[in-house]
Each structure stands twice: as structure tokens, then as C-alpha cells.
T-cell receptor, first 114, second 117 residues
Framework: AQSVTQLGSHVSVSEGALVLLRCNYS??????LFWYVQYPNQGLQLLLK??????LVKGINGFEAEFKKSETSFHLTKPSAHMSDAAEYFC????????????FGEGTQLTVNP | DTAVSQTPKYLVTQMGNDKSIKCEQN?????MYWYKQDSKKFLKIMFS???????INETVPNRFSPKSPDKAHLNLHINSLELGDSAVYFC????????????????FGPGTRLLVL
């Protein structure tokens, strides 16, 4: 079975600083990896995903993530944080043997300080 | 032009009652899902339907019964509500039919916040 671990349930950065949200996965087969963002009292919105091909994936709002198979990681980064980035971020994995279900990490709450 | 919509947005009810949550998607997708988000914001899949056929059924109490009248709708009926059912329930949909489409993006609805008193 696949699983996802997000290191750090809360991350706080200053506006303009680098954002780094960590995600490690466990899967016995090639994974498909996703980052979703959830703003307060809203649903989840896809930021980016890795399926196959280029391991550096660019998403919306200036976010990007790099799939590193050797490290089983898919960390999310953004060079310069904006106040509007404050939200809950979820890393998720899906594999072919489990149908199309998403297995989520526990989420990371990002706070951006002025 | 909402892609995935859910009704109601908020649901407050007493223990023991029966309630339903409705989900509709206008994206033309074949696959729909129900996820539960608990008070710690942990998300877990409950059910998945492909073109009205149940394909994922996680370990969920049989008080929860999904129903898909057509591929654009997936409703969730909950019998004999318990305090522990309080959560946010999200509907989602994706294209590509059937299993083995794990790389496809799932589009989420706004959620239904259920509070059982």
C-alpha cells in the first residue's frame, strides 16, 4: 500500500521568503504525485502533479516540485512567498494498483508573515 | 458554471437522524468520489464510482450508502448519524473511466460541513 508523509504540520515564512513544504512517499510501484491547496472553508485545488517525464514540475501560482525517486520525495517550493499563499497544502499519491484513489498526507498549514 | 457542486454546504443535525448530501459535476467526467476530512484535516477516500458502478469501497460503516443515478451525480446517504460522523465531506470527479487511471486530476467540490449534535 502507498503512503505519504508531510514533514511539518505547520510552516511559517516571511513574505518574500522561500517556501519549502516537504513530502515523502512510500510506494512499491511507480507513483503519481500531486500537491493540492485548500484555502479556508474551501475545497481542494490542484497545484501541480507528476505522472511521467520531466521530474521538475511547474504548477500554478509560481509553485514547483521535483520528483526524486532516489529520495522518495516530492517537495513543493516557491521562491518568494506571498500573503495569499497562506493555506493548507496536501501532498497525495496515486498508483495504478489502487485504481484512481488518492492517498493524502496529513497536510501542512502554511503561514505567511508580513 | 461551477465544475463540482455539493449541497448543502452546511448540515447541522441530531444524532440518530438520516441525511443526504448531493454532488453534481458538469465536467463530463466518468468517475466520481467521496472523501471525508476529519477535524485534524486528514483526508481519506470513502467511495468511488465509475459511470454509476461502484469501484472503490473503503472500510466505511454500512450506514453510509452512496448512490449514483447517472454519471454526473453521486449522492451520499447517511443513516443513524453519530457524533463521529461530524466532518467535512468532499465530492470529486475525474475523467478517464475505470481503474488504472491514477494520474488523472481529481476536481473537488467545495465540501459539505456536517455537524452532528
Amino acid at each position: 500500500a502507498q503512503s505519504v508523509t508531510q514533514l511539518g504540520s505547520h510552516v511559517s515564512v516571511s513574505e518574500g521568503a522561500l517556501v519549502l513544504l516537504r513530502c515523502n512517499y512510500s510506494s512499491s510501484v511507480p507513483p503519481y504525485l500531486f500537491w493540492y491547496v485548500q484555502y479556508p472553508n474551501q475545497g481542494l485545488q490542484l497545484l501541480l502533479k507528476y505522472t511521467t517525464g520531466a521530474t521538475l514540475v511547474k504548477g500554478i501560482n509560481g509553485f514547483e516540485a521535483e520528483f526524486k525517486k532516489s529520495e522518495t520525495s516530492f517537495h513543493l517550493t516557491k521562491p518568494s512567498a506571498h500573503m495569499s499563499d497562506a493555506a493548507e497544502y496536501f501532498c497525495a499519491v496515486s498508483v495504478g494498483t489502487s485504481g484512481s484513489r488518492l492517498t493524502f498526507g496529513e497536510g501542512t498549514q502554511l503561514t505567511v508573515n508580513p | 458554471d461551477t465544475a463540482v457542486s455539493q449541497t448543502p454546504k452546511y448540515l447541522v443535525t441530531q444524532m440518530g437522524n438520516d441525511k443526504s448530501i448531493k454532488c453534481e459535476q458538469n465536467l463530463g467526467h466518468d468517475t466520481m468520489y467521496w472523501y471525508k476530512q476529519d477535524s485534524k484535516k486528514f483526508l481519506k477516500i470513502m467511495f468511488s464510482y465509475n459511470n454509476k458502478e461502484l469501484i472503490i469501497n473503503e472500510t466505511v460503516p454500512n450506514r453510509f450508502s452512496p448512490k449514483s443515478p447517472d454519471k454526473a451525480h453521486l449522492n451520499l446517504h447517511i443513516n443513524s448519524l453519530e457524533l463521529g460522523d461530524s466532518a467535512v465531506y468532499f465530492c470529486a470527479s475525474s475523467k478517464l473511466p475505470g481503474q488504472g487511471a491514477p494520474g488523472e486530476t481529481q476536481y473537488f467540490g467545495p465540501g459539505t460541513r456536517l455537524l452532528v449534535l
